[in-house]
């Protein structure tokens, strides 16, 4: 049903910042939370950040608050992560979900995926 298409991965510094965005098309459905998962050579793939429809509640891994922000725009149909002071440990492919959610001892990702970005953190 809804398609989801990342964009802005790439190369980038230690210290440096970048910004994914992900773009959904296809027939709408119900207002749905929107997330970043990633995963890294040889990681289980995790949540990194991911925000409900109306934005009154947002989810960041511990590894990246105060570092990337979630963002979306309902009208143009996207969901933004800027990450900013970048690390190695932030290497890995970055893929856009919709539809998952979240309490305080599991996870749940949705069951629509983009395909997925890759994003190099390196000197």
């Known amino acids: 049903q809804v398609q989801l298409v990342e964009s802005g991965g790439g190369l980038v510094q230690p210290g440096g910042s970048l910004r994914l965005s992900c773009a959904a098309s296809g027939r709408p459905g119900t207002r749905q939370t929107l997330a970043w998962f990633r995963q890294a050579p040889g990681r289980e793939r995790e949540l990194v950040a991911a925000m409900t429809y109306s934005g009154d509640s947002t989810y960041y891994a511990d590894s990246v608050k105060g570092r990337f922000i979630i963002s979306r725009d309902n009208a143009k149909r996207t969901v933004n992560l800027q990450m900013n002071n970048m690390n190695v440990e932030d290497t890995a492919v970055y893929y856009c979900?919709?539809?998952?959610?979240?309490?305080?001892?599991?996870?749940?990702?949705?069951?629509?995926w983009g395909q997925g970005t890759q994003v190099t953190v390196s000197s």
């Open positions: 979900n919709s539809g998952a959610s979240w309490t305080r001892t599991t996870i749940v990702p949705g069951n629509s």
